[in-house]
C-alpha cells in the first residue's frame, strides 16, 4: 500500500488568509469547510422548520399562504438532507479518515477541494430559488411529478441543485474509496480498521450506486418540463408512479447513507466511555455491509398505496422487517459494549445513549410503517413525520453533535465547555421529544402531513409541538457558541483527551500538525 510516500509539491505550501479556504488542499481545512457549511446550511433549514411550527401553532392561516408553507417544507427537506446531514458527516470523514488510517491526506486533495466548492454553488441555486417569480419549489421534497413538470423556473434551479450536489457526493466517495484502499498504514488489515472508517467506506459504495439514479430521474423530469418528453407526464403517456420508483431506489440507500456514518461515531464514542473494546467488532462490519445490501431491496414500501400488487407489497414489507435484524445486531452491539464497563458522561457520551434509545424508537416506528395495512392508514400522516425525524434528527444529526464534542478537543486543542455541553444536550433531546414524540399520536389520529391548516382536535398537541421547535432550535444557538468558545481558546486539550480513546488520531499533537503523517506510523 501506498503509505509513506509524501504530498506532492504543491501541497507542502501553507496558504493563509481568504486563499487558505478557497485553495487549501488539506484534508482538515476541507473538513472544517464541509463542517461550517452543513452548520451554516442547517440553521437555515432549522430557520424553515421554525416558520413552518410557527403557522403550526394555532389552528387556521397564521402567516403563510399554503404555496409559500409549501415552499418552506419543501426547502427545508432538501437543505436539510443535501446541504446539511450529508456534507456534515463528509467533513467528518475529511478530517477522521486520513488521521485514522495512518495516511498524509486524502488521495485526491485537488478533487478534495472541487468536490467541496461545488456545494455552495448548488446551495446559492436552491436558496436564490426563493426571490424567483412565484417563489421557491413548492412540490416536496421528494419532487414529485406533476407538480415538479408544472412549476416555474424555480424548479429547474432545484432541479440543477440537486445534479451539482450528487455530482460533489460522488466526486467524495471516489476520494475516500481510493484513500482508505490504497493509503493505510502497513499492518492495518481491513479487518483491522476502526468501525468509523468501515461505515464511510461502505457509505462511499451506497453513494456511487445511489447518486447516478437519482440523476437520471431529475434529468427525466427536466426533459419532461423542457424538450417535450413524457417520462412522468400522465397527459402524454408518461408515468408519475415510475418516478416513485426511481426516486425511492435512490431515496431509501440514501437513508442509510445518512445514518451509517452516525453508527461509525457511535462506535468510537462507545468504547471511549465504556473503557472497553467495542462489543463483536466482526459482527458490526458483517452487519454494515448488510444494511447496505438490503436498502437496495426495500425502495417501494414507500409507495404501498400506489396500486401495487399484492405479491409486491408482501415482498417489500418481509424485506423492511428483514433489514432491522443487522440494526438490531448494532443496538446489541453497542449496549454490550457499555454493559459492565466503566462508564463517564461526558457530553459526547450522553448524545450517543440518548441516539441509541431514540434512534431505537424511530426503528420501531419504522417496523410499524412496515406493515401494510398499517402503513395504508398512516401514510402521509404525521406518524411518518415523527419517524423519519428520530431516525434522522436523533441518529443522524445528534451523532454529528456527539462527533463534534468528541474530536473537537483533538481538532482544537482546547476542551470545550463541558457545563455548556451537557445544558446543549438535556435542551436538545428534551425539546426534541417535545417536538416529535405528540406527533405519533396525532398522526394515529388522522392528520396530514405538509398541511399549513388542521381540524381543531389537533389543536393543544400542535401548541405543544412548536413550543419544543423553538426551543430546539434555540438550543443549538448554544451549540454554536460553545464550539465558537472552544475554538478561541480553553484548558489545554492534551493529545488523548480521553482516556479510552485509542484509535490513531489519538496518537498526534492536539491540534493536529498540517500534515497529518509524514511517515507511516507504526500499527499492530
Known amino acids: 500500500m501506498a503509505t509513506t510516500t509524501l504530498h506532492d509539491a504543491h501541497h507542502d505550501a501553507h496558504p493563509t488568509g481568504v486563499m487558505r479556504w478557497l485553495t487549501s488542499t488539506n484534508h482538515k481545512d476541507i473538513g472544517t469547510l464541509y463542517l461550517w457549511f452543513s452548520f451554516i446550511m442547517f440553521l437555515f433549514a432549522g430557520g424553515l422548520a421554525m416558520l413552518i411550527r410557527a403557522e403550526l401553532f394555532q389552528p387556521g392561516l397564521q402567516f403563510f399562504q399554503p404555496n409559500l408553507f409549501n415552499q418552506f417544507t419543501t426547502m427545508h427537506g432538501l437543505i436539510m438532507i443535501f446541504g446539511a446531514i450529508m456534507p456534515a458527516f463528509v467533513g467528518f470523514a475529511n478530517w477522521q479518515i486520513p488521521m485514522m488510517i495512518g495516511a498524509p491526506d486524502m488521495a485526491?486533495?485537488?478533487?478534495?477541494?472541487?468536490?467541496?466548492?461545488?456545494?455552495?454553488?448548488?446551495a446559492s441555486l436552491l436558496l436564490m430559488s426563493f426571490l424567483m417569480p412565484g417563489g421557491a419549489a413548492a412540490g416536496g421534497w421528494t419532487m414529485y411529478p406533476p407538480l415538479f413538470i408544472q412549476g416555474g423556473m424555480s424548479y429547474d434551479m432545484t432541479i440543477f441543485a440537486i445534479h451539482i450536489m450528487g455530482l460533489s457526493s460522488i466526486i467524495g466517495s471516489i476520494n475516500i474509496i481510493t484513500?482508505?484502499?490504497?493509503?493505510?498504514?502497513?499492518g492495518m488489515t481491513m479487518m483491522k480498521m476502526p468501525i468509523f472508517v468501515w461505515t464511510w467506506l461502505i457509505t462511499a459504495f451506497l453513494l456511487l450506486s445511489a447518486m447516478p439514479v437519482l440523476a437520471s430521474a431529475v434529468t427525466m423530469l427536466l426533459t419532461d418540463r423542457h424538450f417535450g418528453t413524457y417520462f412522468f407526464n400522465a397527459a402524454g403517456g408518461g408515468d408519475p408512479v415510475m418516478f416513485q420508483h426511481i426516486f425511492w431506489f435512490f431515496g431509501h440507500p440514501e437513508v442509510y447513507i445518512m445514518i451509517l456514518?452516525?453508527?461509525?461515531?457511535?462506535?468510537?464514542?462507545?468504547?471511549?466511555?465504556?473503557?472497553?473494546?467495542?462489543?463483536g467488532y466482526d459482527s458490526m462490519v458483517y452487519a454494515t455491509a448488510a444494511i447496505a445490501l438490503l436498502s437496495f431491496l426495500v425502495w417501494a414500501h414507500h409507495m404501498f398505496t400506489v396500486g401495487m400488487p399484492a405479491a409486491s407489497q408482501l415482498f417489500f414489507?418481509?424485506?423492511?422487517?428483514?433489514i432491522a435484524i443487522p440494526t438490531g445486531v448494532k443496538v446489541f452491539n453497542w449496549t454490550a459494549t457499555m454493559w459492565r464497563g466503566s462508564i463517564t458522561f461526558e457530553t459526547p457520551m450522553l448524545f450517543a445513549i440518548a441516539v441509541v434509545c431514540?434512534?431505537?424508537?424511530?426503528?420501531?416506528?419504522?417496523?410499524?410503517?412496515?406493515?401494510?395495512?398499517?402503513?395504508?392508514?398512516?401514510?402521509?400522516?404525521?406518524y411518518v413525520v415523527a419517524h423519519f425525524h428520530y431516525v434522522l434528527f436523533s441518529g443522524a444529526a445528534m451523532s454529528i453533535m456527539a462527533g463534534v464534542y468528541y474530536w473537537l478537543p483533538k481538532w482544537t486543542g482546547h476542551m470545550y465547555d463541558e457545563r455548556l455541553g451537557k445544558i446543549h444536550f438535556w435542551l436538545t433531546t428534551i425539546a426534541f421529544n417535545v417536538t416529535f414524540f405528540p406527533m405519533h399520536f396525532i398522526g394515529l389520529a388522522g392528520m396530514p402531513r405538509r398541511i399549513p391548516d388542521y381540524a381543531l382536535q389537533f389543536a393543544e398537541f400542535n401548541m405543544l409541538q412548536s413550543i419544543g421547535s423553538f426551543v430546539l432550535g434555540a438550543s443549538q444557538l448554544l451549540f454554536l457558541y460553545t464550539v465558537i468558545k472552544c475554538i478561541r481558546g480553553g484548558a489545554t486539550a492534551g493529545d488523548r483527551p480521553w482516556e479510552g480513546?485509542?484509535?490513531?488520531?489519538?496518537?498526534?499533537?492536539?491540534?493536529?500538525?498540517?500534515h497529518s503523517f509524514q511517515t507511516a506510523p507504526a500499527f499492530k
Do not use: C, H
Not at 362 to 382: E, K, N, R
Open 108 to 122: 485526491f486533495p485537488r478533487l478534495n477541494n472541487w468536490s467541496f466548492w461545488l456545494l455552495p454553488a448548488a
Open 179 to 186: 484513500t482508505i484502499l490504497n493509503m493505510r498504514t502497513p
Open 261 to 279: 456514518p452516525a453508527f461509525g461515531i457511535l462506535s468510537s464514542i462507545i468504547p471511549t466511555f465504556s473503557r472497553k473494546p467495542l462489543f
Open 317 to 322: 414489507m418481509y424485506a423492511t422487517m428483514l
Open 358 to 382: 431514540l434512534f431505537t424508537i424511530g426503528g420501531f416506528s419504522g417496523l410499524v410503517l412496515a406493515i401494510v395495512p398499517v402503513d395504508i392508514q398512516l401514510q402521509d400522516t404525521y
Open 501 to 514: 480513546a485509542d484509535s490513531l488520531e489519538w496518537t498526534l499533537t492536539s491540534p493536529p500538525p498540517y
